[in-house]
């Protein structure tokens, strides 16, 4: 299947996709719900992950989370039917103190290599406010906007944001409903085996339990960046 079904409110002509995130569990927390539904339609897939996740505060399973973190991220990308699976060694939680360029030269060189039309990636802001999210959205838009390729941000609603900031004390970045297409149905079966694979992260992880339970069977995404012509891009 060379394209996902517009019904479902992703964009026209999805044909490859790189997912390019900070952490082990961004691809199963955050754009998991995603992935598993582009995946079971044909849609090859691939995850850049910047760091190892070492810096972590859950520690669910004993052992280095350096280690860990990246033998769960494999399992979780299996379960999600990723193809190919890509991780860096850049410092956990402090990814912003890296240049962009720098981190968007890994991302062009996947580009080059796969040829996604599109980049999923985490919405500006970085949903959750870390700023390891944003700076990994940053390179993926830079990368993608010398390169001409379309980005897909996944993002949360106002109303969900606000019930879990006043619930947890988060710091969740919401959009106005109207800013976002609502991808559904989204079915969580093997989301919640990919999150199962990140024990370390998602045994005590009341969090992400509440958000998906507010979400049910929808995702949001905003397309971020479109592809220039080729004329344009250089690329051509």
């Known amino acids: 299947m060379s394209r996902t079904d517009t019904s479902r409110g992703l964009p026209n002509g999805i044909g490859r996709v790189l997912a390019v995130v900070a952490h082990p569990d961004d691809e199963s927390f955050g754009l998991g719900g995603l992935l ?23 520690h669910g399973r004993p ?3 350096h280690a860990l ?13 990723v193809e190919r699976v890509e991780l860096s060694g ?20 996947l580009i080059d290599e796969q040829r996604p039309t599109h980049l ?16 990994a959205t940053s390179a993926a838009l830079s990368a993608a906007r010398d390169a001409g390729v379309a980005v897909v941000g996944w993002t949360l609603p106002r109303e969900v944001t606000g019930e879990l900031n006043a619930e947890f004390g988060t710091s969740f970045v919401g959009r106005d409903p109207a800013e976002c297409r609502v991808v559904e149905p ?3 079966e093997r989301q919640g085996r990919a999150i199962a694979c990140h024990a370390s992260q998602s045994s005590d992880n009341p969090v992400l339990r509440r958000r998906l339970a507010l979400l049910g069977d929808r995702e949001y995404v905003r ?10 891009s250089g690329r051509g």
């Open 69 to 81: 973190r990246a033998d769960e991220l494999a399992c979780a990308a299996r379960e999600l039917g």
């Open 120 to 135: 999923l990636v985490f919405d500006t802001g970085g949903v959750t406010g870390h700023r390891d999210h944003q700076q």
């Open 36 to 58: 598993a539904l582009l995946s079971g339609s044909g849609v090859p897939t691939a995850v850049l992950c910047f760091t190892h996740g070492e810096a972590s505060t859950l």
């Open 90 to 109: 850049y410092p956990d939680g402090v990814l912003d103190g890296v240049p962009v360029s720098r981190l968007a030269a890994e991302v062009t060189r």
């Open 186 to 188: 989204v079915l969580r």
């Open 63 to 65: 052992g280095d989370l």
């Open 223 to 232: 397309v971020l960046g479109c592809p220039r012509r080729r004329s344009e």
